[in-house]
């Protein structure tokens, strides 16, 4: 009789509940899931895109084209579509725009080499091809692009004034392009050329009024501040004050509870008072000492030094927000003090006016004519708060994209050109390729021409019929050839229109979307770990119990 064959034990790896996933079904799944993102960011694309309106868990309403915004508002919870929000992200902050551009992008090159996949082929080639493709691609980004000579400043702002404009063609502001561009670029101007920090240019919201009514004050504007009944006997503006900035309380502070001061006679319990003043009237008078009419402190400034800031013809603002104070100082000199004694002159700063001033329904103080001026403040009004908040966006992506343009200088033109021109050359040189990577190529080569196709879709345009007429322009060596929303033809030279992108934007987002497609191409397998499940709480408490049982604490029990 055959022996039977011993029982083999199973090898459990991974905790029960898991759910595993691999192969080729896994690696369909994922492509799915980003071409389902892309699908819905897809209309959002171009000067004719629709606006998304998205509502929270809390009701909040919020109206969006921005892709990075959108995505994130989205709360994404599939692995593989997460790398899109992460790549759209990373294009928002490394240069502001084309975030909705990188998504299809990645996307579209996914779905071209899907049939590639499910025959086989393996994704170690796709992306060797991908990444070949993508270097041909920004090689020849940098051969073609045009860079504007700094020098004349006349023509380096007529650069910068197109590339804003460019950047706020596709957005709810369009309308107001030549207001918003110029406000935007005079934003940039301010800035310390060299550092270019963006964080300088403060942003103040403010509900009612229309778009036009938006102001850029060279310096400082911040909403006023609480203030006390004194402060309404302040003066309200000057010329040429003195501005000390603070860190120190001026406030007579109300006894702790568990402070114990243990006296005997009632002259020391008024001396102890009596020195609580003399230390603020102390600070007061060392203040004044200064020749400072201006005092802003980040923490609260009372009612007593409020009055008598008031008596002694000195404005005073206390709980200044520290990021505003942080621009007063970059704006009007000096330095943040966290004491009043000893404070000498190169610690104050200065500008030429400040008011007080009712923009809207809000109050705001200005510093104007500053002399150490590298930062500004963008007023915005608007009807609604949503409209608001979009058009803050809006200038946010064409701020990042005037600064990208300032430290370069190089720009291509926009509305699809320079895709359908990559597209081209990639093709041709495809074709001198042997093997697999030929397809691969040409597959990356399709995958470009998304972005002119959707522009053209979302404008109601024929795809079609306008992309050959570009392939035939291109063919013929007319490089700049690109989508034209507005006229009859459906394209034109988008150099001449001034439709103009600095190059960075198209070498950050064909990276990124190379770097991304490749990243979820190379993932064969999801494990994903089971949800902890949340403690049973238990059963509740019957109403009073811990009043109850406070009461009782430490007294024993009553008697009966």
């Not at 509940?17 to 209309?43: F, M, R, V, Y």
């Not at 911040?222 to 309200?236: D, R, S």
């Not at 926009?414 to 390729?433: Q, V, Y």
């Not at 009461?551 to 008697?559: A, I, K, Q, V």
Request: aromatic content about 4%; proline content about 4%.
């Amino acid at each position: 009789m055959q022996r039977g064959l011993p029982m083999q034990p199973t090898v459990v790896l991974l905790k029960e509940g898991t759910d595993s996933s691999q192969g080729k079904p896994q690696l369909l799944s994922n492509i799915s899931a980003c071409l389902a993102i892309s699908e819905t960011l897809s209309s959002t694309l171009g000067p004719r895109g629709m606006d998304k309106l998205i509502v929270n868990e809390r009701g909040e309403a919020q109206i969006t084209n921005d892709g990075a915004t959108i995505l994130k508002l989205l709360d994404i919870v599939h692995p593989a579509a997460r790398t899109l929000v992460d790549i759209a992200r990373a294009q928002d902050a490394e240069v502001g725009d084309g975030t909705t551009s990188v998504v299809l992008l990645a996307a579209q090159l996914l779905k071209e080499v899907r049939g590639y996949i499910e025959e086989g082929v393996s994704p170690h080639i796709i992306m060797k091809g991908f990444r070949k493709a993508a270097e041909l691609a920004i090689e020849h980004i940098k051969s073609v692009q045009i860079t504007v000579d700094k020098s004349d400043p006349e023509q380096f702002r007529s650069l910068l004034l197109k590339c804003a404009s460019t950047s706020m063609s596709s957005k709810l502001i369009h309308s107001e392009k030549p207001f918003f561009s110029k406000m935007v670029v005079d934003a940039v101007q301010c800035l310390d050329q060299e550092d270019l920090n963006e964080n300088l240019i403060g942003v103040k919201k403010i509900p009612g009024g229309g778009m036009q009514d938006s102001l850029l004050i060279q310096g400082v504007a911040f909403k006023k501040t609480f203030t006390y009944a004194g402060a309404e006997q302040q003066p309200k503006s000057f010329r040429d004050p003195l501005i000390l900035s603070l860190n120190v309380e001026l406030e007579l502070k109300a006894e702790k509870d568990n402070a114990e001061v243990r006296v005997e006679h009632v002259s020391d319990y008024q001396a102890i008072v009596d020195a609580e003043w003399e230390i603020i009237y102390r600070k007061l008078e060392a203040i004044e000492k200064t020749g400072a009419k201006v005092v802003l402190s980040k923490l609260p400034i009372g009612d007593l030094a409020t009055q008598w800031f008031a008596d002694r013809d000195i404005f005073c603002a206390g709980r200044v927000p520290a990021d505003d104070l942080q621009r007063v100082v970059q704006a009007v000199g000096g330095s943040i003090q966290s004491t009043c004694s000893d404070i000498k002159r190169e610690y104050l700063g200065t500008c030429g006016t400040f008011e007080e001033r009712q923009i809207g329904g809000e109050r705001f103080n200005l510093f104007r004519e500053c002399p150490g001026a590298k930062t500004c403040t963008l007023l915005l009004r608007g009807g609604a708060e949503q409209f608001i908040e979009e058009v803050e966006r809006s200038l946010h992506d064409a701020i990042m994209v005037v600064k990208r343009a300032v430290k370069n200088g190089d720009v291509v033109a926009g509305g699809g050109a320079i895709e359908l021109d990559l597209s081209s050359r990639i093709r041709k040189h495809a074709l001198s390729i042997p093997g697999k990577l030929q397809l691969v190529m040409i597959a990356f080569a399709k995958a470009l021409e998304v972005i002119p196709r959707q522009i053209c879709d979302n404008a109601g345009l024929d795809s079609t019929d306008i992309l050959n007429k570009l392939r035939m322009k291109h063919a013929n060596g007319e490089q700049w050839f690109g989508v034209d929303v507005d006229g009859t033809e459906g394209i034109r030279n988008n150099l001449d229109a001034f439709v103009w992108e600095p190059s960075l934007v198209k070498v950050n987002a064909i990276n990124s979307a190379t770097e991304a497609a490749c990243l979820i191409l190379s993932v064969d397998e999801t494990v994903r770990a089971p949800q902890n499940e949340g403690q049973n709480p238990g059963p509740k408490a019957p109403p009073g119990t811990a009043q109850r049982a406070l009461r009782g604490r430490g007294r024993g029990m009553p008697r009966r």
